[in-house]
């Protein structure tokens, strides 16, 4: 439990390699994204499907492949990988 917190309290998942993700509509099947909430990872996951405007995907976690639907308007903030972060963990460009 004490790790998990000194974790939250090092900040947002920008201080390491990621990035807030603002237009869901650019997201693409298969792209890779951290789910938060509250300062929180709750997920790792990748895309699995969404709306034409965005505004509904449908992420399938890693690990589990439990597939899981979020709206827009959920208490949420995806982050997808820096271009240089991706570059390092052998995601395509």
């Known amino acids: ?5 000194q974790l939250s309290a090092q900040g947002t998942p920008s201080h390491r390699g ?3 993700l ?12 951290e789910v938060w909430s509250e300062g929180r990872i ?4 990748y895309v699995d499907d969404l709306s034409e405007d965005g505004r509904i995907v449908w992420l399938l976690e890693s690990g589990t492949a439990s597939r899981r639907l979020f709206l ?4 949420i903030t ?3 990988p820096k271009p240089e972060f991706g570059r390092l963990i052998g995601l395509p460009s």
């Open 1 to 5: 439990m004490q790790r998990h917190q």
């Open 42 to 45: 709750l997920h790792l996951a």
């Open 72 to 75: 827009r308007e959920d208490a």
């Open 78 to 80: 995806l982050y997808t």
């Open 22 to 33: 603002q237009h869901w509509e650019t997201l693409n099947p298969g792209d890779l994204v």
């Open 18 to 20: 990621w990035q807030p």
